[in-house]
């Protein structure tokens, strides 16, 4: 059993920056693939970026160059690095750990295990 906690998420203003971060417990999270998603309010879920197993790093374009990923395997934890905030980058941002495959997979039902969510809410 795997427990995913996020935090970090807050109300920012547009061009400013937050690091989500991604506890896990249970199994290490550098064992696996780990995902970013978001969703905002009426929208479906959309991948945002991915770490896989050998820590390759893996954006949505509409993320790319402004957000960054990374794993802290002695804390068991993954960041979001978000610089450069947009009103469109408001969302519930959820991290998702996926027990099969190698590379981070786009399609959120792939994933194994999720966190409860933390809200990003970027003013204009």
């Known amino acids: 059993q795997v427990q995913l906690v996020e935090s970090g998420g807050r109300l920012v203003q547009a061009g400013g920056s937050l690091r989500l971060s991604c506890a896990a417990s249970?199994?290490?999270?550098?064992?696996?693939?780990m995902g970013w998603f978001r969703q905002a309010p009426g929208k479906a879920r959309e991948f945002v970026s991915g770490l896989s197993r050998n820590d390759g790093t893996y954006y949505a374009d509409s993320v790319k160059g402004r957000f960054t990923i990374s794993r802290d395997n002695a804390k068991n934890t993954v960041y979001l690095q978000m610089n450069g905030l947009k009103p469109e980058d408001t969302a519930v941002y959820y991290c998702?750990?996926?027990?099969?495959?190698?590379?981070?997979?786009?399609?959120?039902?792939?994933?194994?295990?999720w966190g409860q969510g933390t809200q990003v809410t970027v003013s204009s």
């Open positions: 249970g199994r290490t999270s550098s064992t696996y693939a």
């Open positions: 998702a750990l996926d027990l099969t495959y190698f590379s981070p997979s786009y399609r959120s039902y792939e994933y194994d295990y």
